[in-house]
């Protein structure tokens, strides 16, 4: 039997869920599903730019558990952009954080509640 999956902690969601092609091109809707612990990796190494263990810390998890997630996000955009598919952030096994226990200072907290999304993204 499997281990349990222990939820990560991210700080935030994306203002915006849904992303695209802006060349009209609808025949085919092509979509990727980017859970919302992918993004928050992306989002604390590529743009916070910290480095994965930093990443871990923040997210509760361990850094090969980070380095794995940030890996399969990085795979999803790739996708997107040479593909020209759809992205959307959706799901996964995550607690939004409260500032005072996690101590990140990011100004971005909401408070604890435990979402589990789709099992198969994971």
């Known amino acids: ?21 802006l060349d009209g091109n609808t025949d085919e809707r092509r979509v990727i599903v980017m859970t919302v612990d992918e993004f928050e990796t992306i989002r604390l190494i590529d743009l916070e730019g910290l480095s994965q263990e930093e990443c871990a810390g923040r997210m509760a998890v361990a850094r090969t558990t980070a380095q794995a997630i940030y890996n399969s996000a990085r ?43 789709d099992e198969e993204n994971e």
Request: glycine letters at 12%; one cysteine or more; hydrophobic letters at 25%.
């Open 1 to 21: 039997m499997p281990r349990p999956r222990k939820c990560r902690r991210v700080c935030c969601l994306p203002d915006s869920q849904s992303f695209g092609p």
């Open 75 to 117: 795979v999803k955009l790739a996708e997107c952009l040479v593909r020209g598919m759809e992205l959307s952030i959706s799901g996964g096994n995550y607690i939004l954080c409260d500032d005072e226990p996690c101590g990140c200072g990011c100004g971005h907290c909401h408070k604890k509640r435990c979402y589990a999304g």
